[in-house]
C-alpha cells in the first residue's frame, strides 16, 4: 500500500497536472485560465523548433547509447581478464558514475571552454578552430561526449557482472573445439551478454533523453541557435525560464507518450529476439 | 515538478517551529550571490537594528530566473513572500499580474510614508513606471552597459592607453589594429542582445518596438530589423572573421575573455567593475559605449539593466506598512552612495549622486561617473526611457540564437533579424493572450 501512495503522488498526481495544463493556456501567476483544448499541442507540433529538438535528441540519445556501450563492454572485457590489481582497475574505471552530471558537464567545460579550456588551447594550436560557443556541431560532439563519458562506468559494471556470469566451462570448450579468442568472443560470450545488452540499451537510451539535462544546462545551454537543445532541456526553458506553463506542459505529455511507446515497443518486439540465457 | 518540490518545501518551513518573536517578519527573496549577498544581508540586518517593528528576513533563491520562478509558484501555492527580486526583463510579466503585485506608488501612499519620485533618478525609474510616470517597483541594483578597455594592450599596440574610441568605425579600426598586433581579440561584448540590440537602439534614438518600446501598450510589434541594426550587426560578422570581434557567448561568458587578457575591448554592465577591479592583472579604463556618427540623434541615452524590487500583492496592512518603511530606508543618501560607490550599480536618487559628486568619488575614481553621465545627458525619448515586452526572456534568446546565426557566417544579417522579429511578435501576442484577463 505505501507504494501506491508513493506512486500516485509522485507519478499519476503530476502526471495528470501535466495533462491539465497541457489543454489550458495561462500567465505565468495563474491569474487567467482558459481552456484551449489542443491547441498548445498543434503549436508546439507546428513549431520548427520543436521538430529539430526531436531530430537532435534522436541524434543524441544513439550517439549517446553507441558511445557509452562499445567502450563500456571493451573495458568489462579487458578488466576481466586482469588478474593482478583488478579490484583496483575496476575502482578506477567506476569513478566516473559517482560524479552528477552538473559536475561532469563542468569538468568538461573546464577541459574545452574556448577561452581556458586545456584541450581547448592545445586544439587551437593544432590548427583547429575549436569554439563550440558559435559552432553547433562542435557543441554537439562535446555535449554526446560528456554524456557518454558519464555512462561508460555504469556499463562496465553491468558488462563485468554479465561477463562473470557466463560459466568458464563453456568458453574452454569452444577453446577445445579450436575456435580463437575472436570467434569464442562473438560466438559465445556476445550472445550470452545479449540480455545484458538489451537491458542497458534501454537504460542508456533513457539516460540520453532524461539525465543529461545537468551536462546541457551547464555546458552549452541548449546553444548555439538551438543545436544542442534536446527535448528534456526545451520543456525546462518553456516552463521554468519561459513560464509558459501550457506549452511546456503539451511537450511533457507527447514525451511522456514517446517513452511509454518506447517501452512497450522494445519489450514487445525487441525483448522476445533477445536470448536469454 | 518545480512547483510541487517548492510546495513541499513551503509545507516544511511553514511546519517548522517558529520562535514567537514581537517584530512582523518580513519575507525578502533575492537572486544576489557572494558579495552581493553580503550586501543584500548587510542592508537586512541594518533596518532590523535601526526599528524594532519589522523584521526583514533575506532569502536566496538562486538565479534571477529561478528567483522568479520560485515567486510565481510560491504566489500559487499562497505563500508569495513580502518582496521579491525580480530582473528587468521580468517587468512585463510582472506589471500584468493585477493583484498578484503591489505598486510601489500605492503601497507608500496607504502607508502614509513620505514618497516624492522626483526625488528619484527619472532614467532609472522610467523602466519600473507606467507610461503616466507611476512607479511600479522599487529599483535595486541597476547598472547601464559601458566600454572597459585594457589600457596595457593599447600601450602595446602603439594606441594611446588613455584614450577609448568614440565611434562604432573607431572602435572597430582599433579593434583591427589591436589584431594586427598579436591580440588574439579586438572586442568582445557580453549580454548580447542587451547590449547590441537593445543598449544600441537607446542609445542611437532609433526604436526597439513600436508603442515605446512597449511602454504604452502590450500591442507593441518589434523593429529591430531596421537598416542601422542590420548595418552594425554585419559589420560585427564582418569583424568575427578575423576575431577584431569576437562572440563569447550570451551572457557574462564574455568577461572571462577580457579578464583574462584575450580580448582588449568589451561592452558589459557597469556593474562588471567590481569584477574587474578584483581580478584583472591590467589596467583598464571606462567609457561611453560608440556610436555611429552618421545616426541622427546618436548618442542619446542608454538605458538599465539589474533588477527592482516587487511588492506582492494579498498581505496584511501592517505588513505593507512595514514594507514602506524598508523602501524609505534603501532611499537613503548615505546608504545609496555607498552602495554606488563599492558595487558599480547606479545611485537611485538624486541626492546620492550629488552625494558621490560632492564627496569627490568621480575625481579619485576616473571613469566611474561614466555610466551615470551616460544615463542621463540628454532627457529620455520614448526610444531609450526603457522597455516593455512580454516575454522579454525568450525574446531575447531569440534575438541571441539569430546573432549566433550571423557571427557563424550562416546567415546575413537582415534575414537574421527578420527572423527574430517574426519569432519575437509571435511571443509577443502569445503573452497578450495569456494575459488577457
Same mark, same amino acid.
Given at each position: 500500500?505505501?507504494?501506491?501512495?508513493?506512486?500516485?503522488?509522485?507519478?499519476?498526481?503530476?502526471?495528470?497536472?501535466?495533462?491539465?495544463?497541457?489543454?489550458?493556456?495561462?500567465?505565468?501567476?495563474?491569474?487567467?485560465?482558459?481552456?484551449?483544448?489542443?491547441?498548445?499541442?498543434?503549436?508546439?507540433?507546428?513549431?520548427?523548433?520543436?521538430?529539430?529538438?526531436?531530430?537532435?535528441?534522436?541524434?543524441?540519445?544513439?550517439?549517446?547509447?553507441?558511445?557509452?556501450?562499445?567502450?563500456?563492454?571493451?573495458?568489462?572485457?579487458?578488466?576481466?581478464?586482469?588478474?593482478?590489481? @583488478?579490484?583496483?582497475?575496476? +575502482?578506477?574505471?567506476? =569513478?566516473? /558514475?559517482? !560524479?552528477?552530471?552538473?559536475?561532469?558537464?563542468? &569538468?568538461? %567545460?573546464?577541459?574545452?571552454?574556448?577561452?581556458?579550456?586545456?584541450?581547448?588551447?592545445?586544439?587551437?594550436?593544432?590548427?583547429?578552430?575549436?569554439?563550440?560557443?558559435?559552432?553547433?556541431?562542435?557543441?554537439?560532439?562535446?555535449?554526446?561526449?560528456?554524456?557518454?563519458?558519464?555512462?561508460?562506468?555504469?556499463?562496465?559494471?553491468?558488462?563485468?557482472?554479465?561477463?562473470?556470469?557466463?560459466?568458464?566451462?563453456?568458453?574452454?570448450?569452444?577453446?577445445?573445439?579450436?575456435?580463437?579468442?575472436?570467434?569464442?568472443?562473438?560466438?559465445?560470450?556476445?550472445?550470452?551478454?545479449?540480455?545484458?545488452?538489451?537491458?542497458?540499451?534501454?537504460?542508456?537510451?533513457?539516460?540520453?533523453?532524461?539525465?543529461?539535462?545537468?551536462?546541457?544546462?551547464?555546458?552549452?545551454? @541548449?546553444?548555439?541557435?538551438? +543545436?544542442?537543445?534536446? =527535448?528534456? /532541456?526545451? !520543456?525546462?526553458?518553456?516552463?521554468?525560464?519561459? &513560464?509558459? %506553463?501550457?506549452?511546456?506542459?503539451?511537450?511533457?505529455?507527447?514525451?511522456?507518450?514517446?517513452?511509454?511507446?518506447?517501452?512497450?515497443?522494445?519489450?514487445?518486439?525487441?525483448?522476445?529476439?533477445?536470448?536469454?540465457? | 515538478?518545480?512547483?510541487?518540490?517548492?510546495?513541499?518545501?513551503?509545507?516544511?518551513?511553514?511546519?517548522?517551529?517558529?520562535?514567537?518573536?514581537?517584530?512582523?517578519?518580513?519575507?525578502?527573496?533575492?537572486?544576489?550571490?557572494?558579495?552581493?549577498?553580503?550586501?543584500?544581508?548587510?542592508?537586512?540586518?541594518?533596518?532590523?537594528?535601526?526599528?524594532?517593528?519589522?523584521?526583514?528576513?533575506?532569502?536566496?533563491?538562486?538565479?534571477?530566473?529561478?528567483?522568479?520562478?520560485?515567486?510565481?509558484?510560491?504566489?500559487?501555492?499562497?505563500?508569495?513572500?513580502?518582496?521579491?527580486?525580480?530582473?528587468?526583463?521580468?517587468?512585463?510579466?510582472?506589471?500584468?499580474?493585477?493583484?498578484?503585485?503591489?505598486?510601489?506608488?500605492?503601497?507608500?501612499?496607504?502607508?502614509?510614508?513620505?514618497?516624492?519620485?522626483?526625488?528619484?533618478?527619472?532614467?532609472?525609474?522610467?523602466?519600473?513606471?507606467?507610461?503616466?510616470?507611476?512607479?511600479?517597483?522599487?529599483?535595486?541594483?541597476?547598472?547601464?552597459?559601458?566600454?572597459?578597455?585594457?589600457?596595457?594592450?593599447?600601450?602595446?599596440?602603439?594606441?594611446?592607453?588613455?584614450?577609448?574610441?568614440?565611434?562604432?568605425?573607431?572602435?572597430?579600426?582599433?579593434?583591427?589594429?589591436?589584431?594586427?598586433?598579436?591580440?588574439?581579440?579586438?572586442?568582445?561584448?557580453?549580454?548580447?542582445?542587451?547590449?547590441?540590440?537593445?543598449?544600441?537602439?537607446?542609445?542611437?534614438?532609433?526604436?526597439?518596438?513600436?508603442?515605446?518600446?512597449?511602454?504604452?501598450?502590450?500591442?507593441?510589434?518589434?523593429?529591430?530589423?531596421?537598416?542601422?541594426?542590420?548595418?552594425?550587426?554585419?559589420?560585427?560578422?564582418?569583424?568575427?572573421?578575423?576575431?577584431?570581434?569576437?562572440?563569447?557567448?550570451?551572457?557574462?561568458?564574455?568577461?572571462?575573455?577580457?579578464?583574462?587578457?584575450?580580448?582588449?575591448?568589451?561592452?558589459?554592465?557597469?556593474?562588471?567593475?567590481?569584477?574587474?577591479?578584483?581580478?584583472?592583472?591590467?589596467?583598464?579604463?571606462?567609457?561611453?559605449?560608440?556610436?555611429?556618427?552618421?545616426?541622427?540623434?546618436?548618442?542619446?541615452?542608454?538605458?538599465?539593466?539589474?533588477?527592482?524590487?516587487?511588492?506582492?500583492?494579498?498581505?496584511?496592512?501592517?505588513?505593507?506598512?512595514?514594507?514602506?518603511?524598508?523602501?524609505?530606508?534603501?532611499?537613503?543618501?548615505?546608504?545609496?552612495?555607498?552602495?554606488?560607490?563599492?558595487?558599480?550599480?547606479?545611485?537611485?536618487?538624486?541626492?546620492?549622486?550629488?552625494?558621490?559628486?560632492?564627496?569627490?568619488?568621480?575625481?579619485?575614481?576616473?571613469?566611474?561617473?561614466?555610466?551615470?553621465?551616460?544615463?542621463?545627458?540628454?532627457?529620455?525619448?520614448?526610444?531609450?526611457?526603457?522597455?516593455?515586452?512580454?516575454?522579454?526572456?525568450?525574446?531575447?534568446?531569440?534575438?541571441?540564437?539569430?546573432?549566433?546565426?550571423?557571427?557563424?557566417?550562416?546567415?546575413?544579417?537582415?534575414?537574421?533579424?527578420?527572423?527574430?522579429?517574426?519569432?519575437?511578435?509571435?511571443?509577443?501576442?502569445?503573452?497578450?493572450?495569456?494575459?488577457?484577463?
Amino acid at each position: 500500500m505505501p507504494q501506491l501512495a508513493v506512486t500516485v503522488v509522485f507519478f499519476f498526481w503530476p502526471a495528470g497536472q501535466a495533462i491539465l495544463q497541457s489543454v489550458q493556456r495561462e500567465d505565468a501567476f495563474g491569474l487567467s485560465t482558459r481552456f484551449v483544448g489542443l491547441e498548445n499541442f498543434a503549436s508546439v507540433l507546428a513549431d520548427p523548433h520543436y521538430l529539430a529538438s526531436v531530430e537532435i535528441t534522436l541524434l543524441f540519445s544513439v550517439a549517446v547509447a553507441s558511445l557509452a556501450l562499445a567502450p563500456g563492454l571493451l573495458l568489462a572485457v579487458m578488466a576481466n581478464q586482469v588478474t593482478r590489481a @583488478g579490484t583496483l582497475y575496476k +575502482t578506477l574505471l567506476l =569513478l566516473p /558514475y559517482a !560524479v552528477a552530471p552538473a559536475i561532469a558537464g563542468v &569538468l568538461w %567545460l573546464f577541459l574545452f571552454n574556448p577561452s581556458v579550456g586545456i584541450i581547448a588551447v592545445a586544439l587551437r594550436r593544432a590548427g583547429i578552430d575549436w569554439n563550440y560557443i558559435l559552432n553547433g556541431p562542435q557543441a554537439l560532439l562535446l555535449v554526446i561526449l560528456a554524456a557518454a563519458w558519464k555512462q561508460i562506468s555504469y556499463n562496465f559494471l553491468f558488462f563485468l557482472a554479465g561477463l562473470q556470469a557466463i560459466p568458464q566451462s563453456l568458453i574452454e570448450a569452444a577453446a577445445l573445439d579450436g575456435a580463437d579468442r575472436r570467434r569464442r568472443f562473438w560466438q559465445i560470450i556476445f550472445p550470452l551478454l545479449a540480455p545484458t545488452s538489451f537491458f542497458l540499451l534501454v537504460v542508456n537510451i533513457v539516460y540520453a533523453f532524461f539525465d543529461t539535462f545537468g551536462i546541457i544546462q551547464n555546458v552549452t545551454q @541548449g546553444g548555439p541557435a538551438r +543545436t544542442t537543445e534536446i =527535448l528534456v /532541456y526545451k !520543456v525546462w526553458y518553456d516552463g521554468v525560464v519561459a &513560464l509558459d %506553463l501550457g506549452g511546456s506542459a503539451a511537450q511533457s505529455v507527447i514525451l511522456m507518450a514517446i517513452v511509454i511507446a518506447l517501452t512497450a515497443i522494445q519489450f514487445r518486439f525487441v525483448e522476445r529476439r533477445v536470448h536469454y540465457g | 515538478m518545480k512547483q510541487i518540490i517548492t510546495g513541499a518545501a513551503l509545507a516544511v518551513w511553514l511546519a517548522a517551529p517558529v520562535a514567537f518573536a514581537e517584530p512582523v517578519e518580513l519575507q525578502w527573496w533575492h537572486a544576489m550571490t557572494s558579495v552581493n549577498a553580503d550586501r543584500v544581508n548587510k542592508i537586512a540586518a541594518d533596518f532590523n537594528t535601526a526599528q524594532t517593528g519589522y523584521k526583514i528576513v533575506p532569502v536566496f533563491k538562486g538565479s534571477y530566473a529561478e528567483t522568479m520562478n520560485a515567486g510565481v509558484a510560491a504566489y500559487r501555492a499562497g505563500n508569495a513572500p513580502h518582496i521579491i527580486q525580480i530582473f528587468e526583463v521580468g517587468t512585463a510579466t510582472m506589471m500584468a499580474a493585477k493583484g498578484a503585485v503591489k505598486p510601489v506608488y500605492q503601497l507608500m501612499a496607504e502607508a502614509g510614508e513620505p514618497f516624492d519620485q522626483n526625488a528619484y533618478l527619472p532614467a532609472v525609474t522610467a523602466y519600473y513606471s507606467t507610461a503616466d510616470g507611476k512607479m511600479l517597483s522599487f529599483p535595486f541594483n541597476s547598472s547601464t552597459a559601458i566600454t572597459y578597455w585594457n589600457k596595457d594592450a593599447f600601450k602595446k599596440a602603439g594606441l594611446d592607453p588613455d584614450k577609448a574610441p568614440q565611434t562604432w568605425p573607431e572602435t572597430l579600426a582599433v579593434a583591427q589594429k589591436l589584431r594586427a598586433t598579436g591580440v588574439p581579440c579586438g572586442l568582445t561584448a557580453a549580454w548580447i542582445s542587451w547590449t547590441q540590440i537593445e543598449q544600441f537602439s537607446a542609445w542611437h534614438n532609433i526604436p526597439l518596438a513600436t508603442k515605446a518600446n512597449g511602454l504604452e501598450g502590450a500591442d507593441a510589434v518589434l523593429e529591430i530589423n531596421n537598416p542601422v541594426l542590420a548595418k552594425h550587426i554585419q559589420n560585427l560578422a564582418a569583424a568575427e572573421k578575423d576575431k577584431s570581434f569576437d562572440y563569447g557567448g550570451r551572457t557574462t561568458e564574455p568577461e572571462g575573455k577580457f579578464l583574462n587578457g584575450e580580448c582588449a575591448m568589451i561592452q558589459t554592465s557597469s556593474a562588471a567593475f567590481g569584477i574587474f577591479k578584483s581580478g584583472a592583472k591590467f589596467d583598464f579604463g571606462m567609457a561611453e559605449l560608440p556610436y555611429y556618427p552618421d545616426v541622427a540623434g546618436a548618442p542619446q541615452n542608454s538605458i538599465i539593466g539589474g533588477a527592482s524590487l516587487w511588492v506582492m500583492g494579498g498581505k496584511k496592512p501592517e505588513e505593507y506598512n512595514g514594507v514602506a518603511k524598508f523602501f524609505t530606508f534603501l532611499s537613503q543618501t548615505g546608504l545609496q552612495q555607498k552602495l554606488h560607490e563599492d558595487t558599480g550599480y547606479l545611485p537611485i536618487t538624486k541626492a546620492a549622486y550629488e552625494a558621490t559628486k560632492a564627496s569627490g568619488f568621480y575625481k579619485k575614481n576616473p571613469g566611474r561617473e561614466i555610466p551615470v553621465l551616460q544615463m542621463t545627458a540628454k532627457q529620455p525619448t520614448e526610444n531609450s526611457r526603457g522597455l516593455r515586452l512580454g516575454n522579454l526572456v525568450q525574446i531575447r534568446d531569440i534575438i541571441a540564437e539569430d546573432l549566433e546565426t550571423v557571427f557563424a557566417g550562416k546567415s546575413d544579417a537582415k534575414p537574421a533579424l527578420d527572423d527574430a522579429v517574426k519569432r519575437g511578435n509571435d511571443l509577443l501576442r502569445q503573452f497578450q493572450r495569456n494575459t488577457q484577463q
